[in-house]
């Protein structure tokens, strides 16, 4: 198998995860079938289209190719179909989710160092790429983004995508160590998801009691 076709095949598998993870959120929403299948064709196709934006290639793979719209779409409807099937969709969604940051976190930063990106620049593409499904979906279903909250959801991507940068220029970009990455970002997701691993948080402390309020009227 050549490099282009294993970047090819991860690449559709995220975009089947992340639809599944896109069209379960919005089967939770009670969106019928037209609302599952868009939020999951946005939840897959998002972050790879800002990437080949970023990247200057025109069109984005999501219209150029039709087979990413068509993994999108059948696994969207699929999901609308079988979710009665799926148990504990809330878990469903979060383990998807997981599964699609860790491969488009791979593909992202790899495409990007392929279009002589510099390293810095490949890791942040990786990083935006992995994230902008989940953003979208997010959005688009009423939901405050993961990628906001305390959950280690950006950070996991990023570590994945400078782990892939390390790989490409040690020269060991093969499919086992892309593959090691995106499940380095898969399970330290689900590990943070587990543990409650969190990033800090600003801490508001409540105004003291008994102060003199300068704003008053002075008389």
Request: aromatic residues 6%; positive net charge.
């Amino acid at each position: 198998m050549t490099t282009s076709t294993a970047l090819l095949l991860a690449d559709l598998t995220g975009v089947a995860v992340f639809a599944a993870s896109g069209a379960s959120a919005a089967v939770v929403k009670r969106l019928d079938l037209f609302g599952v299948a868009f939020v999951g064709f946005v939840a897959a196709l998002g972050g790879g289209i800002f990437r080949d934006l970023v990247i200057d290639e025109a069109p984005p793979l999501a219209f150029a190719d039709w087979r990413y719209a068509a993994t999108a779409a059948v696994t969207a409807a699929a999901v609308f179909w079988l979710h009665p099937q799926l148990a504990r969709l809330r878990t469903t969604v979060l383990v998807l989710d997981a599964a699609g940051l860790g491969l488009f976190t791979v593909t992202g930063t790899l495409k990007a160092l392929d279009a002589q990106v510099p390293p810095v620049g490949a890791c942040l593409i990786g990083m935006l790429t992995a994230i902008g499904g989940g953003l979208a979906r997010d959005l688009l279903t009423g939901e405050i983004p993961v990628v906001l909250r305390r959950e280690i959801y950006a950070v996991a991507a990023l570590a994945g995508s400078i782990a892939v940068a390390a790989l490409h220029a040690s020269g060991r970009a093969d499919a086992a160590g892309l593959t090691a990455a995106a499940v380095f970002v898969f399970a330290l997701r689900l590990m943070a998801l587990r543990r409650r691993w969190s990033a800090p948080v600003a801490t508001l402390r409540p105004p003291r009691t008994g102060t003199r309020d300068h704003t008053a009227d002075p008389r």
